[in-house]
């Protein structure tokens, strides 16, 4: 059970095309977002439709799949762990973050997008 501590699976699209960067010490990163969306009928009868946006990064191979296969509007499968942090903008105030680091990737829909 110590596997499902912290674990996160997502089917989602990219919202943009994803920014990929090489560090000085050679590794890549990969950043992205997916939406998932829900849908739910509301007390009147009207269905309610609802998009989360999340924010995941790739290291190493596996952003180096996310360069070369990945655009906006492409279907995905992601797993990974939830990580928090904080930083400050350029005005000083501090922000806080939560991404998904993905340690997998499934691609999803037809072979021709």
């Known amino acids: 059970m110590n596997t499902l501590r912290n674990k996160v699976q997502l089917i989602g699209n990219l919202g943009n095309n994803p920014e990929v960067i090489t560090l000085d010490s050679g590794k890549k990163l990969a950043k ?3 939406a998932t969306n829900d849908s739910y009928t509301n007390a009147k009868g009207e269905k309610v439709e ?5 924010n ?3 290291w190493n191979k596996t952003a180096e799949m996310v ?3 990945l655009v906006k509007g492409k279907e995905i499968a ?3 762990k939830l990580t928090s942090r904080s930083y400050e903008d350029k005005e000083g ?3 806080y973050i939560t991404e998904i680091v993905c340690n997998e990737i499934l691609f999803l829909g037809s ?3």
């Open 67 to 69: 360069e070369k296969y």
């Open 93 to 95: 105030v501090k922000k």
């Open 32 to 34: 992205f977002s997916i």
């Open 50 to 54: 609802n998009t989360q946006w999340h």
């Open 56 to 58: 995941i990064i790739a």
């Open 78 to 80: 992601v797993e990974g």
């Open 111 to 113: 072979k021709g997008e």
